[in-house]
């Protein structure tokens, strides 16, 4: 069997070290966990992965079950990353299931998910 036949088609996800330390990436269409302790930089994995995603001409999905997106979006912002006008650019998305959101199960974003998540994304943190 040729050496071609074992390898797994990565993604990069544009954050330099990791895609070197992990050989080019992502497994491709497949899911992976980002577990590690609070701190450990998941949510800012996650975020620079759509980020760079974005600037390669893919969507993002956010899903965040934990920090409220308005909270994302203004930490994010004092990283450099303005979500707020990638969501107005309609390139990243958030599906806020979070528990301080009363109302996500006729949120808007859920709903908007439903179409958005097979159609358009082809990145998703959550
Ligand atoms: N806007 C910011 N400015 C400076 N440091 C930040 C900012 N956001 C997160 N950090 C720091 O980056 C690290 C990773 O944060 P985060 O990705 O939110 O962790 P996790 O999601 O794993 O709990 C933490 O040490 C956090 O304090
Ligand atoms: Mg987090």
Redesign the pocket.
Known sequence: MSEKRHQVEKLATGIPGFDHISDGGLPKNRTTL?S????????????QFLVEGIKRGEGGVFVTF??EADDIR??????GWDIDRLERENKWAFVDASPCSTTWTSSPAIMISARFLPAYSTRCAR
């Open positions: 980002v590690g302790s609070a701190g450990s930089a998941k949510t800012v994995f996650g975020s934990e920090e203004s930490n994010l912002l004092s990283l």
